[in-house]
């Protein structure tokens, strides 16, 4: 074979480029720890390639500690974001219920299409909320901003984080 008929195949099996799975919260596990592997339906935590969703109706997930990147979130139920860093990379997130980023933790999209929608129950929001290289987040329920730990950073071209119910930001105990 030619390297042009290899190259043609590589592109039509797909090789060569990243494969995008979808990972489904089961909460078969403990039902609440976002790192427990035994939570997911694929048996494994989410990775970078993965779009995950949580459905509605199960009990509140917590993420607590260390870097998690995926594509996108689809959490109709909400989230609870009590430590480490939770990335965005890619495309549509919608998260509904509540959502909450504690002091301490991390929220970051990052990329031009990546789009976070927040829709739900409103929240006092403390802990660090970054939009990079384009990223939107849209965070309709914040109310309050609280914590030592508190910073909210847009950065690069098209990067924007819009808060359009907060009414009191308070920094530090």
Same mark, same amino acid.
Do not use: Y
């Given at each position: ?8 195949? #590589?592109?039509?099996?797909?090789? $060569?480029?990243?494969? =995008?799975?979808?990972?489904?919260? %089961?909460?078969? !596990?403990? &039902? +609440? @720890? ?55 990379? #890619?495309?549509?997130?919608?998260? $509904?219920?509540?959502? =909450?980023?504690?002091?301490?933790? %991390?929220?970051? !999209?990052? &990329? +031009? @299409? ?60």
């Amino acid at each position: 074979m030619t390297l042009r008929t290899w190259i043609c195949l #590589a592109v039509a099996l797909g090789l $060569g480029a990243a494969r =995008v799975f979808g990972i489904t919260w %089961t909460g078969a !596990g403990d &039902g +609440r @720890t976002w790192g427990l592997a035994a939570n997911w339906d694929e048996k494994r935590v989410p990775a970078a390639t993965n779009d995950v969703v949580i459905p509605p109706r199960s009990t509140e997930v917590e993420h607590v500690a260390g870097t998690t990147t995926i594509r996108s979130l689809s959490a109709p139920g909400g989230l609870r974001l009590l430590g480490g860093t939770l990335r965005l990379t #890619a495309g549509e997130s919608r998260v $509904g219920g509540t959502f =909450v980023v504690s002091d301490g933790a %991390t929220l970051e !999209g990052a &990329g +031009r @299409t990546v789009s976070l929608l927040v829709d739900g129950t409103p929240v006092e929001w403390g802990g660090t909320v970054q939009a990079k290289d384009g990223a939107v987040l849209r965070l309709r329920p914040v109310v309050r901003l609280r914590g030592n730990d508190l910073s909210w950073l847009a950065e690069g071209s098209g990067s924007r984080i819009e808060a359009p119910g907060v009414t009191n930001i308070t920094l530090g105990s």
